[in-house]
């Protein structure tokens, strides 16, 4: 659970970050993860004693953080082989409620901070015809082993900017985690229950 933590926080503080986000190159993704961490760690640093507020908290994920996730797609990989046999409702209904237990998780975390820094990741060029990227960082703090971790991204076929949809740290895949848990249960059954599982877990 540690771990998982972990890894939230870790995206938090990766996109967690300023309205100076209008002016970010989204069409690389190792540029935007590299801009949107410098400035985070201001951000975050500068509201460390109202961090725990759970409104303040969702105020910066609705309006900094969750623009640059793909929730959509990052859904619809929980969903797995199911996807293609449910209605159009029903994906919306499990969307919107992983889309909750995200933020919910993000809220948690996000009160957890301290003092922890980003390593940049070395910055590439991206091919034009390049859809995924992985890209690691290193979250540094006083005292303790760097956590590596790989950002992965989409690009958007139409619009060109990349989101993130999956972190990984230590080897445990923050999207594939929920996929073992979620996917067996949409599958035996039904969508309904693994929403209700989402829920469950969002009340905690």
Avoid: C
Avoid at 50 to 66: M, P, Q, R, S, T
Wanted: net charge positive; hydrophobic share 45%; charged share 25%.
């Amino acid at each position: 659970m540690k771990k998982i933590y972990a890894l939230f926080l870790s995206l938090i503080l990766i996109f967690a970050s300023t309205v100076v986000f209008a002016d970010f190159d989204k069409s690389n993704p190792y540029q935007l993860a590299n801009q949107v961490a410098s400035s985070t760690i201001a951000e975050l640093k500068a509201n460390k004693d109202h961090i725990g507020d759970a409104n303040v908290a969702a105020g910066i994920i609705d309006k900094y953080l969750f623009p640059y996730i793909d929730i959509k797609y990052a859904a619809y990989k929980v969903m797995g082989p199911s996807l293609k046999s449910l209605s159009e409702e029903d994906r919306q209904k499990f969307t919107d409620a992983f889309s909750e237990y995200m933020k919910d998780s993000f809220v948690s975390v996000l009160s957890k901070y301290t003092n922890q820094v980003i390593v940049p990741a070395e910055e590439k060029t991206v091919a034009s015809n390049e859809t995924m990227a992985a890209v690691k960082l290193l979250i540094r703090e006083s005292g303790k082993q760097d956590l590596e971790l790989v950002l992965k991204l989409r690009k958007n076929s139409k619009t060109g900017e990349w989101k993130a949809f999956d972190i990984v740290g230590e080897k445990i895949s923050m999207l594939d985690a929920k996929i073992s848990e979620l996917s067996p249960i949409i599958k035996s059954q039904g969508v309904d229950a693994a929403i209700a599982k989402l829920k469950e877990s969002t009340k905690k």
